[in-house]
């Protein structure tokens, strides 16, 4: 069975789309079922092929401001209440892991099948390792990539910013930038970079290509702290570059487009994130982490403040599903994990294997 990723992706869409990841993914169900009977399970509320939950209309953040985390954090709040207020005939309530798990079983009990091998990536791991942890009885084994354990689905931000720093590494050797390092490379950039936002914001004027217009909008810390982590890692290097060199203009049009858009392409992703949520001593590493210095609290703090707008249920089931716990399910991750993620899970089933890509 395969579990996609997100909360907020389709592996349904295969079927019916032709574009290069839909081709590649049928291949895959193709091979596979050489060897096995193939199920394909889409995540409730995000499905062509089902109920795909109704986005409320973008709220766009003003450009006269930089942003903070506390802006964001209600702006989170708001999509929420949108959310609700955009699908009356739904109960989201109903939309959590612990749902998806069971429709896994309810798949597996009417397809008559005694046991399933699982195959998930990103958040279709979390959603094996919720299957396992609940429905341990009706898994043979499962192979995860893109790991997140079920109380690690936010990254720590030193881990984040470790990452960084080995790309930081190589770039600081590529010889078409090294004209542009400063003492101290890429790293001394991203430093000086912070001190020069902390002290004071900056306004740039862009022209707007779709409309022709020009427009103004104001980057601050907290900007940059966001703008940090990249899309594309082998690009990164010479964005760092380009802003430690007054260069603004493509991150400008960047943060105005972000400012712009919807805070979230599906809203099953924070309708389950919410929900699931992460532990009390996980919120006080993300908080206390030596890396927000540099990055911010962007990745977490606006999911907490908002998790109480959602009507996802706290249930002492949230709790106990993030708690490690032992399997003695036969289970193996792949393919470019975070090597501490991949000890953390491997630490509980003894017959996990990890092998890292």
Known sequence: MFLPGGPGNSYLDAFTETGENARRRLENFRRYSAVADVIVLDQRGFSRRGTTLRVPEAVPAPLDRPSSVEAESAAYRAFAAAAVAANPDHDLSGYHVRECVEDVAELRRALGYAKLNLLGGSFGSQWSF??????????????????????????????????????????????????????????????ELRDRFARAPITVKVRVPETGKTESVVLGLADLQNALLPDDAEAWPAFILSLYHGHYDEWAREELSRRRRSKFSAVILPLIDSGLGVSATRSHRLHTDPATHYLGTWSFEPYESSRSAWPTPISATRCALRRRARSRCCWSTATGTPRRRSRTCCRSPPTSRAAAC
């Open 130 to 191: 919720a299957v396992l942890r609940l429905h341990p009885e009706i898994v043979e084994r499962a192979v995860l990539y893109g790991v997140e354990p079920l109380d690690d689905g936010i990254d720590m931000p030193s881990y984040l910013f470790a990452a960084l720093q080995r790309i930081a590494f190589d770039g600081d050797r590529a010889p078409n930038l090294r004209p542009y390092l400063p003492p101290g490379g890429l790293m001394a950039a991203v430093r």
